[in-house]
Every structure is written in structure tokens, then in C-alpha cells.
């Protein structure tokens, strides 16, 4: 059967609907800072796994939900045997995952929202700037969901003249 847990941010998801006057998908940077905290909670949890074979503590993994409303992280392992885990003198009626994961989040969820939080600032302060160069708020709006500058989207001239040198 497996383990899964699913962490809901829902804090994050109404800060994004306040700061951007609507609810809106997280960003590339803004997935960043939260996959740089999900890395740390996952090798938290794989340092403190019991080994034999190493199969059961290679499962573990993590996926981010960024959708609007449902943004969210999940950490799973899918080997079926996860959820019976102990350690030793433990049985498995008192399986390590349900202290080990909560614990690991535990360690890193105030960094990860502080993390979260200054990346969706660093995006709405990007996306009024870009309005504030006259770039239409749409295409401010759909740069930063891309994750890029602006500037870094070149034109067809451009591409034109790097490759055939016009």
C-alpha cells in the first residue's frame, strides 16, 4: 500500500490571491524555493530510514502541487511495505512514518514560507515593473509564470540575425 502525505500551503495560496488581488499558479522561482525545502525534508527522512536493502528508503519522493486553490506538497512512498516500517524494538502497530514526516516538515516549514513568501513578492514587484515599462500586464503576468525576463525571450530578428548573421 505504501505511504503518502499530503502537506496543503494554504497560507501560501491565499498570501499569492492577496498580494496579486487573484489566486494565480506559483512560478518557476517560487517552485524553486519550495523544492529546495522538499530536497531537505526528503533527505531528513531517507537519513533516518532503516536499512536492509535500501529499496524502501530510495521510494521516497515528493511532488509539488502548484495549481491555484490547491497548491501543496506530497511526499510518498510507493514501496508496499512503507507503511509497516519500525525502528528496531518498535512494531510495526507504531510505524516510523507517522513521527518521521510530520517531524521533517516540522523542521522546515517556517524557512520554507519565508522562502515562498519573498519569491512571490520578488514576482509581483517583477510584474509591476514590467507594467510600469509598459509592458501590457498579460504579457507581465505570462513572463513571470514562464519564469523568464522579458528580455530574455528573443525576437524573431534576433534569432534571424543569429543565425544567418542579418
Known sequence: MGVRLAIRFKSLDDYIAKQRGRQRAMTPPEMD????????????IKDRWPVDTGTSRDKWTYELNPTPGQMGLTIENEMYY??????AGGTAESPLWETLLPEAFNLVKDALLSAALAAVD?????????????????????SAQRGREPSAVPSLDDLLSDLFGV
Open 122 to 142: 520578488q514576482t509581483e514587484r517583477r510584474v509591476a515593473r514590467d507594467i510600469a515599462r509598459g509592458q501590457s500586464a498579460r504579457d507581465a503576468a505570462l
Open 82 to 87: 512503507a507503511e509497516y516500517v519500525h525502528l
Open 33 to 44: 524555493a519550495v523544492y529546495r525545502f522538499a530536497d531537505r525534508m526528503l533527505q531528513y
